[in-house]
């Protein structure tokens, strides 16, 4: 058995993934992108669990895709084998939020890894970048589609073709990133946002992450009336009748739905 490149814990309702190949600061290769795949769907189907972390090292996140996989491979082994490609969708199907907490290096891939999360916490050490143009390819993984979306043109434009580096307050900035936090806090920060989300009603937060996704994907009124669908069908939960006799009893809500 080779070694586990994603560790796997639980702590309380928050599943815990730790990319773990730190000799090649976890270059992304199949290997590890299909534990990561199995990880994230088996805290899916977990009902005790009701939110992700990714994470990796202090040094990095992930720098990228694996490079020396990558380098000899031809058309057809990566479009018609999908080696390298062939679980990178996983991450989409996942309905619980997933926090990414990156330190480090966050470039090609893994900046891809990070803007696929729901939320980016980023310790004042963090980088991110999309290099691809140095190795004569581009962005695979959705770099020229989300960063975009979270950035603008400009810098996206700027990254993808300059191939810089952006720090931590830039992207916060610019965006990119929820929150920047010290180093040596960016675990804790991370876990309290997990432990915070899945405290509350799942059917809520799932719904929530669908909608604010839709803002991503389509158009203006079809997000807001999608939004308003959602919003409609939560009234057929049990946990909307707790959550809003709570506030007007002035309790905390039970919800039971977690
Ligand atoms: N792939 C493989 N190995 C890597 C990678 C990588 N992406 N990044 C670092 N490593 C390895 C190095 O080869 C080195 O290994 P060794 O010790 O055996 O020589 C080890 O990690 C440490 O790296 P460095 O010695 O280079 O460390 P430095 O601190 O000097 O530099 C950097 C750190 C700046 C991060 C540097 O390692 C670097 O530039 N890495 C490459 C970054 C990069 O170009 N990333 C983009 C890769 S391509 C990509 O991600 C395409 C994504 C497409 C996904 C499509 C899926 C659908």
């Not at 491979?73 to 990566?78: F, T």
């Not at 010290?182 to 719904?207: C, G, H, Q, Y």
Request: charged share 25%; net charge negative.
């Amino acid at each position: 058995m080779s070694e586990s490149f994603v560790l796997v814990e639980t702590r309380g309702r928050v599943g815990l993934l730790t990319l773990n190949r730190p000799k090649a600061l976890n270059a992304l290769n199949d290997q590890l992108m299909d534990e990561l795949g199995a990880a994230l769907l088996a805290f899916e189907a977990n009902p005790d669990i009701g939110a992700v972390v990714i994470t990796g090292s202090e040094k990095a996140f992930a720098a990228g895709a694996d490079i020396g996989a990558m380098k000899d491979w031809s058309y057809m082994d990566v479009y018609g084998n999908e080696y390298i490609t062939r679980n990178w969708e996983t991450l989409k199907r996942i309905r619980k939020p997933v926090i990414a907490a990156v330190a480090g290096y966050a470039l090609g891939g893994g900046c891809e890894l990070a803007m696929m999360c729901d939320i980016i916490i980023a310790a004042d050490t963090a980088k991110f970048g999309q290099p691809e143009i140095k190795l004569g390819v581009i962005p695979g993984a959705g770099g020229t589609q989300r960063l975009p979306r979270a950035v603008g043109k400009a810098k996206a434009m700027d990254l993808a073709l300059t191939a810089r580096m952006m720090g931590a307050e830039e992207a916060e900035r610019a965006g990119l990133v929820s929150r920047v936090v010290a180093a040596d806090k960016l675990m804790e920060e991370a876990m309290d946002a997990a432990t915070i989300i899945a405290s509350m009603s799942l059917p809520s937060v799932m719904m929530a992450k669908e909608c604010v996704n839709r803002a991503f994907e389509g158009s203006l009124n079809e997000g807001l009336l999608f939004e308003r669908r959602v919003f409609h069908s939560l009234f057929a939960t049990e946990d909307q009748k707790e959550g809003m006799a709570a506030f007007t009893e002035k309790r905390k809500p039970d919800f039971k739905h977690r």
